[in-house]
């Protein structure tokens, strides 16, 4: 699977579809307390088969959710085959997903972070394919009701965090990295080293946190419930993983290694 929808609940990983493979509708999960292949759980009946990780998990409610992406070459329902359907799939039951809202734009994988506390799933970035527009806006939809997304706040110029995933703890989200052609240099890397923040209850604009240890786009990211964020990098052929603090303004480090390099992957916050 390449660049799937990833999402989680308390005992399970869940990965949805993934381009580049004949499984592009199904949804399939693995436990986290044991040693296991994956299996089927349920099919996405309005998403594509490229979401690179634009999902949001309401754990406490039994719900995954999961937006926007890019259709398989010849889809017919949307611009540049780009998605602006929110649905969700519950954990409990082998339900396909449903959708239960729409998105402001065309959006092709934005970041994503979750207000647990306001029982809110955030989105960043990304892209509208079909007007070429790439916005630098923070948006949210509620997890309580069936919904349409709003914008609440801007992103940092420049920084509109296409391939980027999210961080969260309980008072803001950030995200890290992410990729931006407008800066791109034939043979150089275009990816973006910056972490920027943003407050879940004051609906401020987003501000400079600090910076990657190395620009890079279309890693893992997960959160830890001690304060610290983690991304793994998969720019070139790096393999590292970094951490930063979430509760005081800091920077990337390295601190190990993965297996092997991967990129357009999803990471799960366990």
């Given at each position: 699977r390449t660049g799937p929808y990833g999402t989680y609940s308390y005992t399970h990983g869940f990965l949805g579809a993934g381009a580049g493979n004949s499984h592009n509708r199904d949804i399939e999960y693995f436990a986290f307390a044991s040693d296991g292949t994956a299996t089927n759980?349920?099919?996405?009946?309005?998403?594509?088969?490229?979401?690179?990780?634009?999902?949001?998990?309401?754990?406490?409610?039994?719900?995954?959710?999961?937006?926007?992406?890019?259709?398989?070459?010849?889809?017919?329902?949307?611009?540049?085959?780009?998605?602006?359907?929110?649905?969700?799939?519950?954990?409990?039951?082998?339900?396909?997903?449903?959708?239960?809202?729409?998105?402001?734009?065309?959006?092709?994988?934005?970041?994503?972070?979750?207000?647990?506390?306001?029982?809110?799933?955030?989105?960043?970035?990304?892209?509208?394919?079909?007007?070429?527009?790439?916005p630098s806006y923070n948006y949210r939809y509620a997890f309580s009701s069936n919904v349409s997304s709003s914008q609440i706040s801007t992103m940092i110029p420049g920084n509109w965090h296409f391939w980027g995933e999210g961080h969260q703890n309980h008072i803001n989200g950030f995200l890290a990295g992410g990729y931006n052609p407008a800066f791109y240099i034939p043979g150089h890397n275009y990816s973006l080293s910056t972490i920027q923040q943003h407050s879940f209850s004051s609906g401020a604009d987003s501000a400079i946190w600090g910076d990657l240890a190395c620009a890079n786009s279309a890693g893992a990211c997960s959160s830890a419930s001690t304060d610290i964020a983690w991304k793994s990098r998969t720019v070139g052929s790096f393999n590292s993983v970094?951490?930063?603090?979430?509760?005081?303004?800091?920077?990337?480090?390295?601190?190990t290694d993965m297996i092997e390099p991967r990129g357009y992957v999803a990471g799960l916050h366990v």
């Open positions: 759980w349920s099919d996405m009946n309005t998403h594509g088969a490229y979401g690179y990780n634009s999902t949001a998990s309401d754990k406490e409610g039994g719900y995954g959710y999961l937006l926007g992406g890019r259709h398989s070459p010849g889809y017919s329902g949307g611009p540049s085959y780009a998605g602006n359907r929110i649905s969700r799939f519950s954990f409990s039951s082998n339900s396909s997903s449903t959708q239960v809202g729409t998105l402001q734009m065309w959006q092709d994988c934005p970041g994503n972070t979750v207000d647990k506390p306001g029982n809110y799933a955030w989105y960043h970035g990304g892209m509208d394919p079909s007007a070429n527009t790439t970094e951490w930063f603090s979430m509760t005081s303004n800091s920077s990337g480090t390295d601190v």
